[in-house]
């Protein structure tokens, strides 16, 4: 495979409603795409690093420059056979994974395509039918997350997962198990705890909830492993996790007893079926998370949670939660069983709807192989 251009794009869309972490409020995102063009077919893929370096050190602007100036130039330098090979590629630029995953992604996506197989059966995928759930960020007021829930539920979703900080935790869960008891429920905090919050955290034991979500701090495993021990609730790690050492040593010393696997903060699918192999390994169950992803990196989301050890709802949700109009052709939809079909069409299944992304475009870049001449 020889990878002869890579195009970046970046794309300014609106939130149809805010979404709010305890890290900060997002009203708009700035989209990065990546298309690779691998022997004539384009492979594409979305780079899920935000608009700030909130999440993680990531954003837009370092994945472009880093993307630029290295990870593109030494991928359309190397001998890729396959998107599987590009990590090892890559693997001289230290971190740096979710500009990483959108150029290793973009050459999966182009397999498929050349194979004529789904991208979902490439991978290793086992099901075509993938649980969804939904990440319900923190709202004006408890009545507006009630609401919020009501219509997800109705929706069919299996699991709502609540952003928590100090502040918006024990009272809105203690609203919401009152008015509805048995719902899988979990909670994410986005490393907005510490441990002298123990005796606070203590408390969510009493919501019969799912998980807990990365409680403490975005590179953090043996302190969540202490809270583990004095929690009921699983903890789920998602922040911490950055590639399969990190799920090993997570599940070594049990910090944690579910996974969020998120395929951009892990650098890309290879390593994110490492991840899952080691935790299928080890009896840890994972779920697919989500970064407000457009329709390119939802359609990725989808494939990879046809895997085996993907056995609880993700945060792969519709297309139209987030998006007035996706980028991809059909947007993704949710069955009112709360589930989306992996699609046998070969590549991801979705059409990328090209005039549209043209429009939303606001700065363009190609990359070209640096070609010798005779
Ligand atoms: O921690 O899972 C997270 C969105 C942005 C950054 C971090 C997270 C999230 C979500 C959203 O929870 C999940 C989604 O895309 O629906
Ligand atoms: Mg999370």
Redesign the pocket.
Known sequence: MTVESITLRELHLPLKHF?E?SFGRTESRRVLLVTANCDGVEGWAECVA?DGPF?SYEWIETAWATIREFLGPILMSAQVECGADSAAAMARVRGHNMAKAALENALWDAEAKQKNVPLWRLLGGTRNEIACG??IGIQNSHAQLLDKIETELAAGYQRIKIKVKPGWDVDVLAQIRARWPDILLSC?A?SAYRPKDLDHLRRFDGFNLLMI??PYWEDDILQHASLQGQLKTAICL?ESIRNSRDASAAIELKACRII?LKVGRVGGFSEAIAVHNICEQGGIPVWC?????TGIGRAHNVALSTLPNFRLPG?V?ASQRYWHEDIVEPEIVVSSRGTIDASDAPGTGYEIKKDFIQRLTVRKEVIRRQTTSA
């Open positions: 979404f972490t935000g999440f939904v990440s994410d986005n979500e990365q998602d969020n998370g989500g970064m407000l992803e945060d949700s």
